[in-house]
């Protein structure tokens, strides 16, 4: 999947107004390791949904990416510390791909007006779970943070 496929598709899909957010596959759970990336990007993924709620009738078409891992530098760059780092548990928690297949997946996602592009699949039964069991998605994540805090 190129990205040169992406730029025809993006033009056709240009209707009305489109605010396309950018945050992780982590803006709809908890990050490991740090709570303010957690609470922002929950409150930012809030604010979306309200701008849909409230303009989506008027033209505006509110999408959100989130993806789990994408390879970029921010995601591999460390702390310096030899602490975790946000892309330590990126990597832990699944597969990265490639900003040309992620650039692929965004442009099918604004030509269907879709608001939450979850390129890596895993992310949807994610939430899913979290919604439906709570207590097993704590479970799991107080698991993952084990594994990648080394606790």
């Given at each position: 999947m190129g990205?040169?496929?992406?730029?025809?598709r993006l033009a056709r899909a240009r209707r009305g107004l489109l605010l396309l957010n950018r945050f992780s596959g982590r803006a709809?759970?908890?990050?490991?390791?740090?709570?303010?990336?957690?609470?922002?990007k929950h409150a930012?993924?809030?604010?979306?949904e309200w701008m849909s709620i409230t303009y989506g009738?008027?033209?505006l078409r509110v999408s959100c990416l989130c993806p789990q891992g994408v390879n970029t530098n921010m995601l591999?760059?460390?702390?310096?510390?030899?602490?975790?780092s946000g892309g330590d548990v990126v990597r832990a928690s699944g597969a990265v791909l490639e900003p040309a297949d992620v650039a692929d997946i965004?442009?099918?996602?604004?030509?269907?007006?879709?608001?939450?592009?979850?390129?890596?699949?895993?992310?949807a039964g994610y939430l899913a779970l979290k919604a439906t069991e709570p207590e097993r998605w704590l479970g799991g994540m107080r698991k993952l943070q084990r594994r990648v805090m080394g606790a």
């Open positions: 990205c040169s496929s992406s730029a025809p709809a759970f908890a990050q490991i390791g740090s709570a303010t990336y957690s609470v922002s930012a993924v809030a604010f979306a009738d008027k033209g591999n760059a460390s702390d310096g510390l030899g602490n975790a965004v442009a099918d996602a604004i030509e269907r007006e879709q608001f939450l592009i979850l390129p890596h699949p895993e992310v």
